[in-house]
């Protein structure tokens, strides 16, 4: 922003959604000098974030910048608003743009930053968006390795956009691009989801793998192989090879298995130390995206006939009482086959 450009001739934007990630996207744009409504559907959660100016709760000691107005309001949020930003879990995502749809025109610009297959049915959230916001091409998902308190904080980013309609990505991009969070754009935008997606698949069954004390050869090992569990369903949805191997496919991979700012693979630390799944999820006290991920991309590949041993045995440690031990080492006993298989 230039010094002379005022904050009221920028993008207002309506994050929908204040838990972390939420709050740190919001934090980012108005750091980038737009005006930014946080919405939350809980009023004392709202009520906080006004009084303290901070998320106590989800980022602790990141201050809101006064550009930031958090309500609690949905069509507050929305009003004079030029982008929605929906941020909220992958079970609650349908439910939004529900209400969204009653309260903004058919054209309003909307970007996700949600990640994870719909419960129940297993829908990508872009076939979502289809089935509630038909014939929108003003769409787009920000995706890629990114925790939450790393961005609020301003420390180094990179994340992809992806949209069908590559003006409007780049529109994204002008909107959270500065020195500090870096934007590329994509045209891929089931092969920017599934990665987003089932990277918390993985991330659980390398905590698992952790927990249980197995180390780093075992953890490199469920990586590099569950990236190759990604590439086959993937590149079956019709997703693109490079993908894969980009931010929102390999480079999320390896933040969220590795480091344990990661819900999903301190899930999995849990659950290999022998901590109960209902008390492990307690203990986190927020979602957990790969819990209910799990069952459904078990389910796509199945369906589509695609071997995705790791994804299956983590599904089975959650679902059929599987011991994590017997998983771990169910995948390490596979008989030997060609790398590239």
């Known amino acids: 922003m230039t010094a002379d450009e005022q904050p009221s001739s920028r993008p207002a934007i ?5 838990g972390s990630w939420g709050t740190a996207l919001a ?3 108005a750091r980038n ?5 946080l919405w939350d559907r809980d009023p004392e959660q709202v009520a906080q974030l006004r009084r303290e100016r901070e998320n106590r709760r989800y980022l602790p000691d990141i201050r809101l910048p006064e550009t930031i107005a958090p309500t ?3 069509g507050t949020a929305l009003a004079g608003a030029d982008f929605a930003l929906v941020v909220v879990p992958s079970a609650g995502f349908r439910s939004v743009l529900q209400q969204l749809r009653a309260l903004a025109p058919p054209e309003f610009p909307l970007v996700w930053a949600s990640k994870g297959l719909e419960p129940g049915s297993g829908k990508f959230l872009h076939q979502v968006v289809a089935e509630e916001l ?10 890629g390795p ?17 949209s069908t309609d590559a003006d409007f990505a780049r529109r994204v991009v002008e909107l959270v691009h500065c020195p500090v969070f870096r934007a590329y754009t994509s045209e891929d935008v089931i092969g920017v989801e599934l990665g987003g997606a089932v990277k918390n698949v993985l991330a659980i069954g390398a905590g698992i793998s ?16 569950g990236l190759a569990e990604i590439m086959r369903l993937g590149i079956r949805l019709g997703g ?5 191997m980009g931010l929102s496919g390999v480079g999320d991979l390896v933040l969220t298995c590795t480091d344990d700012q990661s819900r999903n693979r301190r899930l999995g630390l849990a659950l290999g130390r022998g901590v109960p799944l209902d008390q492990a999820v307690e203990d986190i006290g927020q979602a957990v995206e790969g819990l209910h991920t799990a069952r459904e991309v078990e389910r796509l590949a199945r369906s589509l006939d695609v071997d995705m041993p790791i994804t299956r045995e983590v599904k089975g440690v959650l679902y059929d009482g599987k011991g994590a031990a017997t998983a771990v080492d169910a995948l390490l006993a596979r008989d030997p086959k060609p790398e590239g298989a």
């Open 240 to 244: 693109r090879r490079e993908t894969f």
């Open 134 to 143: 038909p014939g929108r091409r003003a769409a787009a998902v920000l995706s």
């Open 72 to 74: 609690s309001e949905l």
């Open 146 to 162: 990114s925790f939450a308190t790393e961005v609020a904080r301003g420390l180094p980013t990179a994340v992809t956009i992806a």
């Open 27 to 29: 934090i980012l744009l």
């Open 33 to 37: 000098g737009l005006p930014v409504r």
């Open 14 to 18: 309506a994050v929908l959604g204040a």
């Open 210 to 225: 952790d927990g249980l004390g197995y180390g780093a050869n075992a953890r490199a090992a469920l990586i590099t192989r």
